[in-house]
């Protein structure tokens, strides 16, 4: 029993850290199964389906029901007199209802291409909604990592004000002593003052970023929550572009060579069958003035063999749209090897940053210590202190602001290239 107790409390454990945690991949995923623009995949598959089943429909038998009432101003005639016989003319007034059914046997491949091209624009579709979500991603990587360098920074600051505090007391204890000056310890009062209101503006700005962040991915973030810094990191950078808006120009050149081919079937022959069940006056007797059923059965081809160029104007055109695909192909590819080159060169400076920055807060640590012991000892005053522990707490602050740097320059690296 008290081994079931105990797996439950670890369960219980392990759901509420999860709870408690949330990571870059895990914000992005949601924000873009949450943003409303995602509503349209669905909307996109069905209009597809729809178009799809019409196509589908091409072979099937098309009825039609068709009426018809006509007076004519002369009909046809018998030109022959034949003594003692009278032959009836027509009566100009005619009437014809005709039930008609016609199959397409053969079209020379065109619902089968057009099927094709439903199938391709489907995906190019959905590539290029898939295209403007992923836009988000760069949204989320600014509010996310904003959190952490304002969570970060209050860090900081609450530890420089208890630092402050516990020199407070000392100094206050010299001031009663009389070894101290009482505006050294009204100076620290001040700046522990001005600590509250960094840190008052710094809970604001988490606060509103928790708030944006908890909109995109729709679920309430509690402030206690803990962003985790992403732990992937770019090793060998490259500028291989893997982004979705390449695979969208290469479904949109898809399309265009399904099109060009779709023109060629327009151009084959094809055969149909039809039947037609009718009444009317005349029937097929165009010599009978009386009102008579009939049908008749058979088969036609239709094959175009001059259109005037039509179909070769319009593979131009195909032609032309392909071009300016490639070049804005080539223009995307650009602008994002741009853009890597400058997230490279953020990773590549932040990695300097940082190698500086431990020099530098390891040359103002020691200056503070000495700082804090001249004060102690009256030698300086604590507007000299506060100068010198203010300078080591903002190494502190670039040291820890200029980590998170890195990890933003590196995901955003990885965003840019589509490879996060």
Same mark, same amino acid.
């Given at each position: 029993?008290?081994?079931?107790?105990?797996?439950?409390?670890?369960?219980?454990?392990?759901?509420?850290?999860?709870?408690?945690?949330?990571?870059?991949? &895990?914000?992005?995923?949601?924000?873009?199964?949450? =943003?409303?623009?995602?509503?349209?995949?669905?909307?996109?598959?069905?209009?597809?389906? &729809?178009?799809?089943?019409? !196509?589908?429909?091409?072979?099937?038998?098309?009825?039609?029901?068709?009426?018809?009432?006509?007076?004519?101003?002369? /009909?046809?005639? %018998?030109?022959?007199?034949?003594?003692?016989?009278? !032959?009836?003319?027509?009566?100009?007034?005619?009437?014809?209802?005709?039930?008609? /059914?016609?199959?397409?046997?053969?079209?020379?491949?065109?619902?089968?291409?057009?099927?094709?091209?439903?199938?391709?624009?489907?995906?190019?579709?959905?590539?290029?909604?898939?295209?403007?979500? =992923?836009?988000?991603?760069?949204?989320?990587?600014? !509010?996310?990592?904003?959190? &952490?360098?304002?969570?970060?920074?209050?860090?900081?600051?609450?530890?420089?004000?208890?630092?402050?505090?516990?020199?407070?007391?000392?100094?206050?204890?010299? /001031?009663? #002593?009389?070894?101290? $000056?009482?505006?050294?310890?009204?100076?620290?009062?001040?700046?522990?003052?001005?600590?509250?209101?960094? &840190?008052?503006?710094?809970?604001?700005? %988490?606060?509103?970023?928790?708030?944006?962040?908890?909109?995109?991915?729709?679920?309430?973030?509690?402030?206690?929550? /803990?962003?985790?810094?992403?732990? #992937?990191?770019? @090793?060998?950078?490259?500028?291989?572009?893997?982004?979705?808006?390449?695979?969208?120009?290469?479904?949109?050149?898809?399309?265009?060579?399904?099109?060009?081919?779709?023109?060629?079937?327009?151009?084959?022959?094809?055969?149909? *069958?039809?039947?037609?069940?009718?009444?009317?006056?005349?029937?097929?007797?165009?010599?009978? @003035?009386?009102?008579?059923?009939?049908?008749?059965?058979?088969?036609?081809?239709?094959?175009?063999?001059?259109?005037?160029?039509?179909?070769?104007?319009?593979?131009? $055109?195909?032609?032309?749209?392909?071009?300016?695909? #490639?070049?804005?192909?080539?223009?995307?590819?650009?602008?994002?090897?741009?853009?890597?080159?400058?997230?490279?060169?953020? %990773?590549?400076? =932040?990695?300097?940053?940082?190698?500086?920055?431990?020099?530098? $807060?390891?040359?103002?640590?020691? !200056?503070?210590?000495?700082?804090?012991?001249?004060?102690?000892? *009256?030698?300086?005053?604590?507007?000299?202190?506060?100068?010198?522990?203010?300078?080591?707490?903002?190494?502190? %602050?670039?040291?820890?602001?200029?980590?998170?740097?890195?990890?933003?320059?590196?995901?955003? =690296?990885?965003?840019?290239?589509?490879?996060?």
């Amino acid at each position: 029993m008290k081994k079931y107790i105990l797996l439950l409390l670890l369960i219980y454990c392990k759901m509420s850290f999860s709870q408690d945690t949330l990571t870059l991949d &895990i914000c992005q995923k949601k924000a873009m199964e949450n =943003y409303p623009l995602i509503k349209q995949k669905d909307l996109i598959n069905k209009a597809s389906e &729809i178009r799809l089943f019409n !196509i589908g429909k091409t072979y099937l038998p098309q009825l039609s029901l068709n009426g018809q009432a006509t007076y004519q101003s002369a /009909v046809t005639e %018998i030109p022959i007199n034949i003594p003692g016989i009278k !032959i009836p003319s027509l009566y100009q007034d005619q009437y014809k209802a005709t039930f008609d /059914v016609t199959e397409i046997i053969y079209d020379g491949g065109l619902t089968s291409k057009q099927k094709n091209l439903e199938k391709i624009s489907l995906q190019s579709d959905l590539q290029s909604l898939e295209t403007e979500l =992923y836009k988000i991603k760069d949204k989320i990587n600014i !509010i996310y990592f904003s959190i &952490i360098a304002l969570q970060e920074n209050e860090k900081l600051l609450l530890v420089l004000k208890q630092d402050i505090k516990n020199k407070l007391k000392k100094v206050e204890s010299g /001031v009663t #002593n009389g070894t101290l $000056l009482e505006s050294n310890a009204d100076v620290l009062k001040a700046e522990i003052i001005k600590i509250d209101e960094q &840190i008052l503006e710094l809970e604001s700005g %988490i606060s509103s970023g928790f708030k944006m962040l908890g909109d995109y991915i729709n679920q309430d973030i509690p402030e206690t929550v /803990v962003l985790k810094l992403p732990e #992937n990191f770019v @090793n060998a950078p490259d500028y291989v572009n893997t982004r979705p808006e390449i695979k969208a120009f290469e479904l949109q050149q898809q399309k265009l060579d399904v099109s060009k081919s779709l023109l060629n079937c327009k151009l084959m022959p094809k055969v149909a *069958g039809f039947g037609q069940l009718g009444y009317g006056r005349p029937g097929l007797n165009m010599l009978s @003035n009386s009102f008579d059923s009939f049908y008749m059965v058979g088969a036609k081809v239709t094959w175009t063999i001059w259109d005037w160029n039509q179909s070769r104007n319009e593979k131009q $055109l195909l032609d032309l749209q392909s071009q300016v695909i #490639n070049s804005q192909k080539e223009s995307f590819n650009q602008t994002i090897k741009i853009l890597l080159e400058k997230n490279i060169a953020d %990773i590549q400076k =932040y990695k300097d940053l940082l190698v500086k920055d431990e020099e530098v $807060l390891t040359l103002r640590g020691r !200056i503070a210590k000495s700082a804090e012991s001249q004060l102690e000892n *009256g030698t300086i005053t604590a507007t000299e202190y506060l100068t010198e522990l203010n300078a080591e707490a903002q190494a502190k %602050i670039d040291i820890e602001t200029h980590k998170i740097q890195l990890v933003k320059a590196q995901m955003d =690296y990885l965003t840019t290239k589509g490879k996060f």
